[in-house]
């Protein structure tokens, strides 16, 4: 029940994108959309800073299994997009978007190239443009999936919203 409860709430959500960038939503294809956000807090209204995406179909068996060096076996599909974008904290921050100290601690935590990775500057957007490229990109999906999406969703919403 609760699947069908988020596939709806992100349909909600996608429709005020759509619409508030103009966006068109023709040529629906059976295609599913898993969603991922790196936050700087947990709150509804935290600063985002990126957000990935891939598009699949989940009922291919195109899956290939190939041998790394000296590692195991790895499976890989080919049947897949994907979408992933940083976001310009300040973009977020001019929004009413929020940085709690209690997220920043846990990531000063993380490995250095973790660190680097995530809060580099290189390729930042801002996050009016990130959320117009998601929905863009994810326009023909028509199942949407994300861990949790109580989270994922709800901030993206409050970003959405906040971006009108």
Known sequence: MIYFVLQWYFNIIKGIILSTFNINDKNKYEKHCMIDIETLGQA?????????????????????????????????????????????LDTCTNLGMIIEDDTMTWWAKQKPEIIEAAFSDDERQPIEDVLKELFVFSRHCTRFWAKSPEFDFIILEYAAKQAN
């Open 44 to 88: 509804r209204n935290s600063a985002i800073l990126s957000v990935g995406c891939v598009v699949f179909d989940p009922y291919l068996n195109d899956l290939e299994e190939f041998q790394l060096e000296n590692t195991a076996t790895t499976l890989i599909s080919h049947t897949f997009t994907t979408l992933y974008k940083k976001v310009d």
